[in-house]
């Protein structure tokens, strides 16, 4: 199959997510995969003038290094809403011209506008689009007057998919009642490699690396750090805490990261709040396996926390790890309440939660338990079922 996925965020820098995932892993199956997407993050780049030229890059993996994925990024203008607006146009240019010369079998939409576009390029045309939900994407837009937008823009993509995917149950209820088809609506969790992660004693290096004893209760979080995310309330709670023995260890980068560093210093808790940025895919495992507890501490009334389920909570549970989680109703929905994943009311509660777990001695059995749960979730079989979706869509449209 030739595949063309459109999205609004950085391919090359942000994730890896489940389109990272399957991308990779359908090449690897043979197939031609193409990407559109954005450079969310400009901003945060040096400046190099008010546009930028259209870039292609070649090869690109995320998971497996003998992936073979496309990414072509469509020049913008770098201000502030005329961004928005500039995509609007080179992002249906580039969806044309990726119709004409790549010919794709079907288009996969994980974006807003981008997808809204490539719908109405193949209106008229017998390639299906399919739009795969991993989040309720216009409560992030930072600029909230367009989240309106956005909203419509969504709605009438979900109308008028061949095909609805969303992540988890929770997701797929909310895109029905935006307007999505329930009977063209179907879930594809998110999986987790096995072999990769899985439980291990063997996290001595990472501990020494920094500076963390065998005898230091590890607290963990990873991935982008949102300000809804809860770690500053963590961090501020840790500091009350007073307890030498309790580590706080975050792995990512984002717009929380200087308040986390000036909770740290202030606290003088250098040694207990230790922030290493982000690492890449591969290191994860291995970080993970110094934990003792992970962490879901987003505030549990945040809007675009309500109906999803991070990837990072099935890989904390295949290593084997208890995880700490504010009770998000699409997570408990997910995850219910015997089998690993322990719930707090609000985010600061993690820290009294996980001396419990520490005091009673649950930690390993929990550990255990949610092992369990999630190895039914293997990426292999999620690969299996979107591949076959796929072509099911292709098919349909072709008659």
């Given amino acids: 199959m030739k595949i063309l996925i459109v999205q609004e965020s950085d391919w090359l820098k942000r994730g890896p997510h489940q389109q990272h995932q399957l991308a990779d892993r359908l090449s690897l ?39 073979k994925v496309t990414v072509i990024r469509p020049g913008i203008i770098k201000i502030s809403i005329l ?6 146009f080179t992002h249906q240019k580039e969806i044309n011209r990726q119709i004409d010369e790549f010919q794709p079998d079907v288009i996969v939409g994980f974006g807003i506008l981008n997808s809204y576009l490539a719908l109405r390029a193949v209106k ?10 991993i989040d309720v994407l216009h409560r992030l837009i930072p600029f909230k007057p367009l989240q309106f937008i956005g909203r419509i823009a969504e709605q ?6 061949d095909k609805v995917l969303t992540i988890n149950d929770k997701l797929k209820d ?4 935006m307007g999505a088809v329930a009977d063209k609506t179907e879930v594809i969790r998110a999986g987790i490699d096995i072999e990769q992660f899985k439980p291990t004693a063997d996290f001595g290096d990472i501990r020494r690396q920094y500076g963390l004893k065998e005898t230091d209760i590890v607290l963990f979080f990873m991935g982008w750090l949102y300000h809804f995310s809860g770690l500053k309330e963590v961090a501020a709670k840790l500091a009350e805490a007073s307890d030498e023995k309790l580590k706080l260890l975050i792995v990512g980068e984002g717009d929380a990261f200087e308040e986390l560093k000036e909770i740290r210093d202030k606290s003088n808790l250098q040694n207990n709040i230790i922030l290493v940025g ?8 291995a ?21 999803i389920v991070p990837i990072k909570l099935y890989e904390y549970m295949a290593m084997g790890k208890t995880v700490i989680s504010t009770r998000l109703p699409g997570v408990m929905r997910e995850f219910g309440e015997d089998n690993g994943v322990i719930y707090i009311d609000e985010p600061e509660d993690a820290i009294n939660e996980a001396k419990n777990l520490i005091e009673y001695g649950k930690i390993s059995e929990l550990g255990a338990r949610a ?3 999630v190895l039914k979730y293997s990426w292999d079989s999620i690969t299996d079922q979107f591949e076959k979706i796929l072509k099911e869509v292709i098919k349909e449209k072709r008659k």
């Fill in 278 to 285: 982000q690492k890449s895919y591969a290191q994860m495992p």
């Fill in 287 to 307: 970080l993970i396996s110094a934990a003792d507890i992970c962490l879901l501490p987003a505030y549990p009334r945040e809007k675009v926390m309500q109906d």
């Fill in 83 to 88: 961004d928005y607006i500039s995509l609007i």
């Fill in 29 to 67: 199956r043979g197939h031609q995969i193409r990407v559109i997407d954005y450079e969310i993050r400009w901003r945060e780049q040096e400046k190099g003038g008010l546009y930028s030229k259209r870039q292609v890059f070649n090869n690109v993996s995320k998971i497996n290094t003998e992936a």
């Fill in 156 to 161: 009438k993509a979900l109308r008028q998919a």
């Fill in 124 to 133: 008229r045309k017998r390639i299906p689009f399919v739009y795969y939900w």
């Fill in 371 to 373: 092992r369990e749960f």
């Fill in 174 to 177: 909310y895109v029905v009642t």
